[in-house]
């Protein structure tokens, strides 16, 4: 049985009338570098994350580079998020002339532990000689889960940090009833093809209710332009491009009965699961919406499992394999095995299972079943 690890093909022909149909609309207006489009999609998704505003990017990065950027944090500056996240949440603080500094996620969510960030920044005030020069936090709402938002904003205002939440891959996902990305300073999201909503190519998004923020990321992903050729500041190229913002409206429709589809099937494996020994299904967090972008489980021998899996054309992922700050990128911290024990337990154990809205149930059973083979196989050796 063959089960891709997504398949963004079977969701394009589901759609594919209405995608062509705006493309169309894209070329006929040769609106390709923002405009129209992006601005009718920003509208959108502002309104679906319930933020007032939505400022549309080239990327998830980009977006989190210029939140980060437009808050201030700069060369020298400190910005605390987690190890176990995709590289680019730390290349966006590294990119803005900051450093990194790590706090480890809980056990159960996999996000940034609230009480671990409060245990180090109660140190940090500890220490006396060096200037305080931690700005912000970074939470990573990873896998489609937000992390714990009311003790990480509690902690952050009372240490006078900024927050910029990574929804990179939680659109739509709640918190006690608030969005992803409504809660910080700024949230910023990737419409990578492989999200929950993703783009014909690249494409990003911050929200904020900051009027003047607004206007300020929107001036510096336009070369710092307030009018065409006169230059406030030195910005940069971040623009969405027209075919994307239009392609992503098109999408957004449909994201509500995706998400269902997604949270539907991750039921279904938890069911599946239920009695297999030795795997760990994920735990959704008190009052949050998980939104399933991906569906990760922990397992020992997971590079032997991913392989047997393979070779019945079953294809599985890991996300990620090396936390942040074990990566060569960040050798220069000099942070080594040891020093985040659960994210880097994650990295160890954990492989993400095919997740998409268009799976079927026969495909999930074929994937469970690879699995319980594999286990008794290796019971019975
Ligand atoms: C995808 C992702 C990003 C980066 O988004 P791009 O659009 O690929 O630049 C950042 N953070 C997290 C957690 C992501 O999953």
Redesign the pocket.
Known sequence: MNVQFVDLKAQYLSIRDEILEAIQAVMGSTAFAGGPFVEQFEKEFAEFCRSPYAIGVG??????WLALKTLGIGEGDEVITVPN??I??AE?ISFCGATPVFVDVDDKTYTMDPEKLEDYLKIRRGKTGSPNRLKAVVP???YGQMADMDPIMEIARAYDLFVVE?A??AHWAEYKGRRAGSIGDAG?F???PG?NIGAYG???AIITKDPVMTERIRTLRDHGQTARYYHETIGWNARMDGLQGAVLSVKLRHIYNWNNARIKNARFYDELLSDVSGALTPKKGHDRTHVF?IYAILVQNRDALIAWLKKRDIHCAIHYPVPVHLQAAYGFLDLGKGAFPVSEKCAQEVMSLPMFAELTENQMRGVVDGIKEFTQKKQGS
């Open positions: 990327s998830g990065t980009e977006a989190l996240t995709f680019a949440t966006a990573v709402h990873l990574d990179c891959q910023c990737s419409f990578y999200k690249e494409a990003g972008h």
